[in-house]
């Protein structure tokens, strides 16, 4: 059972190219986020989606783009980086979105733009 | 605009020691997790609360509603704690979508 995986794990863009993460998750889960994380800034919701098909966007979606064909993977795209999308990207999943949901995560990845 | 203030922001402690970290939110919430960010990056839920108290081995954390206000305790610390640790509350809705805190990186030195 390998949870919620995150491919790739570091990556390096150049200004206006083009990337797609990928998030699996092997629990059946119905829930799946996407998150960023920057220094001295709590975890921020990009997108997120409510089952196969559905996604809906989060607190900081600009300049990102998600899609949930299949339940388990969540694919979050970047069509033209940007310097400020440099941070580490999370990935989660949850089973039920009740207010006591455990979400569990991906191991990250860590993305710069230059 | 809800917020989620942790404090302290950075905490150093010696080995053995009490340990509290404190989570205090602006409006009324359904429920509270703790989740605990490991140096590698990891991050597992430890604790998810919407009243009372939740223990798990040296781990203890409480919710006071009315006071808006969490805490994360760690008895008898150990080195292996050091990690960040971060509070994040879900105001209801049906996505189940959290809110989360800065965190609070804990450094236990042995």
């Known amino acids: 059972n390998a949870g919620v995986t995150q491919t790739p794990k570091f990556r390096v863009l150049k200004t206006g190219q083009s990337m797609t993460l990928l998030c699996a998750q092997d629990?059946?889960?119905?829930?799946m986020y996407w998150y960023r994380q920057d220094p001295g800034m709590g975890l921020r919701l990009i997108h997120y989606s409510v089952g196969e098909g559905t996604t809906a966007k989060g607190e900081v979606p600009d300049g990102y783009n998600v899609s949930r064909l299949k339940k388990q993977n969540f694919l979050l795209g970047l069509e033209s980086a940007a310097p400020s999308q440099t941070s580490v990207y999370f990935c989660?999943?949850?089973?039920?979105?009740?207010?006591?949901?455990?979400?569990?995560f991906g191991p990250g990845t860590r993305l710069t733009v230059l | 605009k809800n917020e989620v203030e942790q404090s302290p922001q950075n905490l150093t402690a010696q080995e053995g020691e009490f340990i509290t970290i404190n989570c205090s939110y602006s409006v009324g919430i359904s429920a509270l997790h703790w989740l605990q960010q490991h140096p590698g990056g990891g991050i597992v839920s430890l604790f998810m609360l919407s009243s009372g108290k939740k223990k798990h081995g040296r781990l203890i954390a409480t919710i006071n509603i009315q006071e808006k206000h969490s805490s994360l305790h760690i008895t008898a610390s150990h080195p292996r704690d050091s990690a960040v640790y971060i509070c994040a509350v879900n105001y209801g809705g049906s996505q189940g979508n959290l809110i989360f805190g800065k965190g609070t990186k804990l450094s236990v030195k042995p």
């Open positions: 629990m059946n889960h119905e829930y």
């Open positions: 989660a999943s949850s089973s039920y979105s009740g207010p006591l949901n455990e979400q569990f």
